[in-house]
């Protein structure tokens, strides 16, 4: 079904109406699993060190169908972690790793030179065709696999950014960016035969109108900037309804294309798929206007309709689901507004605490959520600042 948007659309229902909206799709009683090390009370902190079980920071994570597998974004252990199925018991091992030897090595590319398995900071993750996508932000390059990875180690067949597997060099060593090269790619998304890549230090988002089949291919289209070669934040200029200074996270939602913006602290929305470099979008939810940019727009505290360096984003149902990155919580949107409809992770609208009080985590406590994708009855939080994957119930 399409959301029609614009710019002033009808005001959503009050703020006190709308913490615990009841159609909410997630669940109140929080996780149904949690992924990683869970801390108990009379544990001060637990080890980093790379395991089946552990994970370091992670930034993404994708369930490629309802019932698995499941791929996670190890990002602090420069790793992807794999289970063949859907986990069905907190801090279940994972099945597979790529990126490095075994289960318990880390390092960046493996600590040696890149590859067609290694990684450097990988962050977004998606289901590609009948494959899989992966940003490795610090190659400065995406990784395709054609057909979904059923083992450890499988060597990616494609890579984008770069012109081949064994080079990593930010913009291929120039000043300049162009249409085939990348800066700290961050997130993507494939949807209706497009690739959408969150090129970030390049304050862009690429687009190929069809999935590449060749290594370094050139994008077809470009959002943020004036042309492929640009790369200043904001354009150059003051914020707009085209610039961008740190796109994270690509979703579409009834049609529409959304950025989440996070060094503008807002989200963007486009009326459908732009088929234009530097199109406007229509509609930014975070801020009062197309030109505001300020954290919380401007105060300490969050409320319905403030954003504070909002990193993910997803769709469940009719929802939009924005992870608001600093204020430790989801958002909801039942429809493009001024205010969210629904928080999750804190006690309301006003509250941005990490684990809500600075406390332990908990099945429905965030730290600094990065990620959030859904795929059937599965939300799959990337929790970073808790160092583990949340999948939490649809209802």
Known sequence: MDIPISINPTPNLPLEATINLSNFPLSPHGAEVILGNIIEPEILAIPIAPSPVSMFGPRGACLLSTTGSLWVSDTGHHRLLGWQNLPTRDS????WVIGQ??????????????????????????????????????????????????????????????????????????????ANTMHWPYGLFYYQGRLFVADTGNRRVLI?????????????????????????????????AASMRWCHD??????????????????????????????????VLGQKNFNCVEMNQG?????????????????????????????????GWRKPGVEANAVVGQKDFQSKGENRNFGLPKRDSLNWCYGVKVCGDTAVIADSGNNRVLLWGVR
């Open 208 to 240: 190929w109108q069809q999935l590449p089949t060749e290594n370094g291919q050139p994008a077809d289209l470009v959002l943020g900037q004036p042309d492929m070669i640009s790369r200043n934040e904001n354009g150059g200029g003051s914020p707009t």
């Open 299 to 331: 105060v300490y505290f969050p409320n319905a309709s403030s954003l504070s360096m909002p990193y993910g984003v997803g769709v469940a149902d009719d929802w939009l689901i924005v992870a608001d990155t600093a204020n430790s919580r989801l958002l």
């Open 92 to 95: 279940q091992p994972a099945d």
């Open 250 to 283: 690509i979703t579409v939602w009834g049609g529409n294309l959304v950025v989440t913006d996070a060094g503008n602290n807002r989200v963007m929305i486009w009326q459908g798929i732009p088929t234009e470099n530097n199109a406007l979008c229509t509609v």
């Open 101 to 178: 030897p075994d289960f318990y090595h880390e390092g960046q590319n493996a600590k040696g030179t890149p590859g067609k398995a290694t990684f450097n900071v990988p962050t977004g993750i998606c289901a590609c065709g009948s494959g899989l996508a992966v940003a490795d932000a610090w190659n400065h390059r995406v990784l395709i696999w054609k057909t979904l990875p059923e083992d450890s180690n499988v060597p990616a067949d494609l890579v984008l950014g770069q012109a081949d597997f064994i080079h990593n060099e930010s913009n291929r060593v120039s000043q300049v960016a162009s």
